[in-house]
């Protein structure tokens, strides 16, 4: 920022933002003596000590740390702005004249105890609520991580657990509700070999298909495993693949109903899981790419997610860090680094993030009889039979993928984009609270739902209006909320749909008809899908924790 800058919309209204953050955090104890704010000039000419501490003056009570620098000379402060990417351009009439002004980017970072870059809000994004909600967020981080931290004569797997896969969010509306997901700094892990997963097949899955002559190599594994947790990827630096597809959520993320992206940006769809997403024929929930390695240039370039302008910018971006050097040209020898090299490595570690030998697995194609329980066999029955599920999600007599690679109206689409809309919404704000809320409430502050009408979108058939591909349910268990846009939270709520019939439109695919399910068989469904968890996710969680995580500085 500068003192003297009278663009409403640059630093007086950060000045602004921080200031209700100051007076909010001066309220809460437990973070007024852990923050610091801190307002820094980029025009140490005018801005000299005595200015900034004049300025800075109305703001320095409440209880709450907050200085405002400056630097000796533009020498002593372009590192600075070099260090976190901060263009500042003096501004200069066409006699060559200095203005006083600046043009620049409003950026204001969130910086943790370990001094790393946790967000970096822009005009768009700057919210005293947005930036609260983090501060308690980053505190309840640290608090978790003093409480895993392993004890003194403690083992490291008896300090943090095992490493369960899942947010088990049974009970959730209950107030004494608490999540079992693992920490973010307390991740301990171990890396597997996921190089086998792509050159054989597991129990109940036939082998990983490959769109090459080979499989991938172990380099090309391992980097696709580090550009999967790398948030330098995006646009600003804070968001990465695995922060929309989080290892311990089922390779989901069962906090979001759809994904957010760059600048809390809303995407549309629920975010798919990458498990065993080698099988896949075609990708996103309107199948609108056929393989991995080129799927992966979607996200990277979505406006709305990575936020990253081209291709080019992507593989600068990778090139300029110096933890990338020679990486690319030891993983494709001959090659180095361009676009589709980057694709193929991401590809390549999600083609061995493969999951078989599920309880299902093992009584069906391994031979044992006491694998899946009496309920879960009764469902299975269900499935093929009275509930007519294969239909849609085959099952094999040599293996499954529970997905027939197709797309299907289903409804879904269809009553969230014509259906009535509803006076009323409740929300749940915490754990056991929630709120009746008017809806024209909700609409001021809220962006309009984006219109989504599904695989008509790629292939401009009116037919396949609000036809989605139909997913696979291997490890349905772990990956809630469901459907494209992850309107149904739970496996009960899934089955409760499908009972139903669906949601009756004029595009309503004829397989879907009520069921006339009883509670008991609705219940050995839900067994039945619980029992699709593979046996082996635990690992494939466990090597992701063990992975590089790359954060700017």
Same mark, same amino acid.
């Given at each position: 920022?500068?003192?003297?800058?009278?663009?409403?919309?640059?630093?007086?209204?950060?000045?602004?933002?921080?200031?209700?953050?100051?007076?909010?955090?001066?309220?809460?104890?437990?973070?007024?003596?852990? #923050?610091?704010?801190?307002?820094?000039?980029?025009?140490?000419?005018?801005?000299?000590?005595?200015?900034?501490?004049?300025?800075?003056?109305?703001?320095?009570?409440?209880?709450?740390?907050?200085?405002?620098?400056?630097?000796?000379?533009?020498?002593?402060?372009?590192?600075?702005?070099?260090?976190?990417?901060?263009?500042?351009?003096?501004?200069?009439?066409?006699?060559?004249?200095?203005?006083?002004?600046?043009?620049?980017?409003?950026?204001?970072?969130?910086?943790?105890?370990?001094?790393?870059?946790?967000?970096?809000?822009?005009?768009?994004?700057?919210?005293?609520?947005?930036?609260?909600?983090?501060?308690?967020?980053?505190?309840?981080?640290?608090?978790?991580?003093?409480?895993?931290?392993?004890?003194?004569?403690?083992?490291?797997?008896?300090?943090?657990?095992?490493?369960?896969?899942?947010?088990?969010?049974?009970?959730? &509306?209950?107030?004494?509700?608490?999540?079992?997901?693992?920490?973010?700094?307390?991740?301990?892990?171990?890396?597997?070999?996921?190089?086998?997963?792509?050159?054989?097949?597991?129990?109940?899955?036939?082998?990983?298909?490959?769109?090459?002559?080979?499989?991938?190599?172990?380099?090309?594994?391992?980097?696709?495993?580090?550009?999967?947790?790398?948030?330098?990827?995006?646009?600003?630096?804070?968001?990465?693949?695995?922060?929309?597809?989080?290892?311990?959520?089922?390779?989901?993320?069962?906090?979001?109903?759809?994904? #957010?992206?760059?600048?809390?940006?809303?995407?549309?769809?629920?975010?798919?899981?990458?498990?065993?997403?080698?099988?896949?024929?075609?990708?996103?929930?309107?199948?609108?790419?056929?393989?991995?390695?080129?799927?992966?240039?979607?996200?990277?370039?979505?406006?709305?997610?990575?936020?990253?302008?081209?291709?080019?910018?992507?593989?600068?971006?990778?090139? &300029?860090?110096?933890?990338?050097?020679?990486?690319?040209?030891?993983?494709?020898?001959?090659?180095?680094?361009?676009?589709?090299?980057?694709?193929?490595?991401?590809?390549?570690? &999600?083609?061995?993030?493969?999951?078989?030998?599920?309880?299902?697995?093992?009584?069906?194609?391994?031979?044992?009889?006491?694998?899946?329980?009496?309920?879960?066999?009764?469902?299975?029955?269900?499935?093929?039979?009275?509930?007519?599920?294969?239909?849609?999600?085959?099952?094999?007599?040599?293996?499954?993928?529970?997905?027939?690679?197709?797309?299907?109206?289903?409804?879904?689409?269809?009553?969230?984009?014509?259906?009535?809309?509803?006076?009323?919404?409740?929300?749940?704000?915490?754990?056991?609270?929630?709120?009746?809320?008017?809806?024209?409430?909700?609409?001021?502050?809220? &962006?309009?739902?984006?219109?989504?009408?599904?695989?008509?979108? #790629?292939?401009?058939?009116?037919?396949?209006?609000?036809?989605?591909?139909?997913?696979?349910?291997?490890?349905?268990?772990?990956?809630?909320?469901?459907?494209?846009?992850?309107?149904?939270?739970?496996?009960?709520?899934?089955?409760?749909?499908?009972?139903?019939?669906?949601?009756?439109?004029?595009?309503?695919?004829?397989?879907?008809?009520?069921?006339?399910?009883?509670?008991?068989?609705?219940?050995?469904?839900?067994?039945?899908?619980?029992?699709?968890?593979?046996?082996?996710?635990?690992?494939?969680?466990?090597?992701?924790?063990?992975?590089?995580?790359?954060?700017?500085?």
């Amino acid at each position: 920022m500068y003192a003297s800058c009278n663009d409403v919309n640059g630093c007086p209204l950060a000045t602004a933002v921080l200031h209700r953050v100051q007076r909010r955090v001066s309220e809460a104890p437990e973070l007024a003596s852990r #923050i610091r704010l801190v307002s820094v000039s980029f025009d140490p000419t005018r801005d000299t000590p005595e200015v900034m501490k004049r300025y800075g003056a109305p703001f320095r009570r409440g209880g709450v740390d907050w200085r405002f620098a400056t630097a000796p000379s533009d020498e002593v402060l372009e590192p600075l702005l070099d260090a976190y990417g901060q263009s500042v351009l003096r501004d200069i009439d066409a006699d060559g004249v200095d203005l006083g002004t600046f043009s620049h980017i409003l950026r204001v970072f969130l910086i943790d105890g370990e001094r790393r870059i946790r967000n970096v809000y822009t005009v768009s994004f700057l919210h005293a609520d947005t930036l609260m909600a983090d501060l308690h967020t980053l505190l309840l981080d640290e608090e978790s991580l003093d409480a895993e931290r392993p004890r003194e004569g403690a083992s490291a797997a008896q300090a943090t657990g095992s490493h369960r896969p899942g947010d088990d969010r049974s009970g959730y &509306e209950q107030a004494d509700w608490h999540t079992r997901s693992l920490s973010l700094a307390a991740r301990r892990g171990s890396p597997a070999d996921l190089l086998s997963r792509t050159r054989g097949a597991r129990l109940g899955l036939p082998p990983v298909p490959h769109p090459d002559a080979a499989p991938p190599t172990r380099e090309q594994i391992a980097l696709g495993r580090k550009l999967f947790f790398d948030r330098r990827l995006s646009h600003n630096g804070t968001i990465s693949c695995a922060m929309c597809h989080i290892p311990e959520q089922g390779f989901t993320s069962n906090e979001l109903a759809t994904a #957010i992206g760059i600048e809390g940006r809303t995407v549309r769809r629920n975010a798919p899981t990458v498990l065993d997403s080698a099988f896949l024929e075609r990708l996103f929930h309107d199948g609108r790419e056929t393989r991995l390695e080129q799927q992966v240039w979607g996200p990277l370039l979505a406006r709305n997610e990575m936020g990253n302008p081209s291709v080019g910018f992507v593989l600068e971006r990778v090139r &300029e860090q110096p933890d990338y050097r020679g990486l690319f040209e030891a993983a494709f020898p001959g090659r180095g680094l361009d676009m589709e090299t980057l694709g193929h490595a991401l590809a390549s570690y &999600e083609r061995g993030l493969v999951t078989g030998g599920s309880p299902f697995d093992r009584w069906r194609y391994g031979g044992e009889t006491d694998a899946l329980d009496a309920e879960a066999q009764r469902g299975f029955d269900l499935f093929v039979g009275k509930a007519g599920c294969a239909g849609c999600h085959p099952v094999g007599t040599e293996h499954a993928l529970f997905t027939d690679q197709a797309f299907h109206n289903t409804g879904i689409g269809y009553a969230a984009a014509m259906g009535p809309t509803e006076p009323t919404r409740i929300l749940q704000v915490a754990p056991g609270r929630t709120l009746e809320v008017d809806a024209s409430i909700i609409a001021q502050v809220a &962006e309009r739902p984006p219109s989504d009408l599904g695989l008509y979108e #790629i292939s401009l058939d009116p037919k396949d209006r609000w036809s989605y591909r139909t997913p696979s349910l291997r490890n349905v268990a772990l990956t809630a909320p469901y459907m494209h846009d992850g309107s149904l939270a739970t496996l009960a709520d899934v089955v409760a749909f499908y009972d139903q019939g669906g949601a009756a439109n004029p595009l309503l695919d004829p397989r879907i008809r009520p069921l006339g399910l009883d509670e008991g068989e609705r219940r050995a469904l839900v067994a039945f899908l619980r029992a699709l968890t593979g046996g082996d996710v635990e690992a494939l969680v466990a090597d992701a924790f063990a992975a590089p995580i790359g954060d700017p500085r």
